[in-house]
């Protein structure tokens, strides 16, 4: 069973569900979204029956804003509490502290947040919403100089995201503060099979411009990449399935590698892959699965067989988030010819409207070994050269 909302559903996606017949829950906001009239569209009536009659249905979301609509027709109470203790990082870390004991982190209410004697705590540390999404309100704290300006910025992010998201996916009202890693950041989609088994279906490098960078632009996959890290992960995951009792389960898993080899949890997102249909339909352009499918049908990628024709190329998401310094409301357009005119080999473009999620889109490429700089540069553009204003 598929559920859909905001903010965006690929053509990749509608795709698969018509050729496989997926029911898909035919909620209003669903049905302004997809035209397709001969999908195996449901009621929600009937997509309520069908969990209360088998709640191990395997279910995909392609948003979390579908969260509010499963609290309210899911009967299972297993499926609810996964649902709650990934979207809130707080209980998340409760869950797994046993397995990773030194970690410091601590939760704070928002209006708290200007009370705290911020020279106790271990610098750095990261501090982000305890329910979020993307990279909205998190930043990096080096030294207690910086506090008053970090809860400034989150005052103003506040202000501008507070309506683009409901409160199941951001919700600014506790905060979580934790004690920063060192090291590579990877972004994972994988699933729980009918046994609690992880299977890897795809490792991203999310690669940033310097440690105070906290921003997502740019996410790297690549045979050397997955072939170093897919053991450890699967087996780290298997920890939080455990932990959790997953089972039919689709996540999307941020973690930190240190420089000694050690896998740190970040976040894990439940119910679907990346955002905005992003690394799960990155994997089929990558690496020609369908991670949908995969989920569904339980099948375990050949990575041996793959990556016999994807040797020496990396394969990335290139996110246009509006980091320019231009209000949305004083820009005309952005050059979507221009920007592919950069990239050595453009797989898919997707465009969206700034004034709705301030992106611009969501560029996936394909880039020899070697040919890095392209993604070094435009991880360090403001993307004024590819903006016209009015």
């Known amino acids: 069973m598929i559920v859909i909302d905001k903010p965006y559903v690929s053509d990749f996606l509608i795709k698969t569900i018509k050729e496989n017949n997926y029911e898909i829950v035919a909620t209003a906001q669903a049905k302004n979204m997809i035209a397709d009239k001969k999908l195996n569209w449901i009621t929600e009536e009937e997509a309520k029956d069908s969990l209360k009659k088998n709640p191990e249905t395997p279910m995909y979301t392609n948003s979390e804003n579908t969260i509010n609509w499963i609290q309210k027709n899911v009967v299972s109470l297993s499926l609810l509490d996964q649902i709650e203790v990934f979207k809130n990082k707080i209980k998340f870390r409760e869950l797994i502290k046993e397995s990773f004991p030194d970690y410091f982190f601590k939760g704070v209410r928002f209006e708290d947040l200007r009370k705290l004697i911020v020279e106790e705590l271990k610098f750095p540390f990261i501090i982000k919403p305890a329910v979020g999404?993307?990279?909205?309100?998190?930043?990096?704290?080096?030294?207690?100089?910086?506090?008053?300006?970090?809860?400034?910025?989150?005052?103003?992010?506040?202000?501008?995201?507070?309506?683009?998201?409901?409160?199941?996916?951001?919700?600014?009202?506790?905060?979580?503060?934790?004690?920063?890693?060192?090291?590579?950041?990877?972004?994972?989609?994988?699933?729980?099979d009918n046994k609690g088994k992880p299977v890897v279906l795809n490792i991203l490098h999310h690669i940033f411009l310097s440690d105070k960078d906290v921003s997502d632009k740019v996410y790297s996959t690549s045979q050397e990449i997955i072939q170093k890290y897919k053991n450890e992960i699967e087996a780290f995951l298997g920890i939080i399935g455990e932990k959790a009792k997953l089972k039919n389960f689709p996540a999307h898993v941020e973690l930190r590698i240190d420089n000694k080899g050690i896998i740190n949890p970040i976040e894990v997102n439940p119910l679907r892959f990346g955002g905005f249909c992003t690394t799960g339909d990155l994997s089929w352009y990558a690496y020609g699965i369908n991670s949908y499918e995969a989920f569904f049908q339980s099948i375990k990628p050949d990575w041996e067989t793959i990556f016999k024709t994807r040797k020496g190329k990396k394969y990335s998401i290139i996110v246009l988030d509006n980091n320019s310094g231009i209000d949305a409301s004083e820009i005309e357009s952005f050059d979507y010819e221009k920007l592919v005119l950069d990239f050595e080999k453009p797989l898919d473009l997707r465009k969206i409207a700034l004034n709705e999620y301030s992106v611009f889109g969501f560029l996936f490429t394909e880039t020899q070994n070697g040919n890095e700089k392209e993604l070094l540069e435009i991880l360090g553009s403001d993307l004024k050269k590819y903006i016209r204003l009015k």
């Open 133 to 192: 999404f993307s990279s909205i309100a998190v930043h990096k704290v080096d030294t207690a100089a910086e506090w008053l300006q970090v809860l400034d910025k989150i005052d103003s992010e506040n202000n501008h995201s507070k309506d683009l998201y409901p409160k199941e996916v951001l919700n600014i009202s506790e905060f979580i503060i934790e004690e920063y890693i060192a090291g590579d950041e990877y972004a994972i989609d994988c699933y729980f």
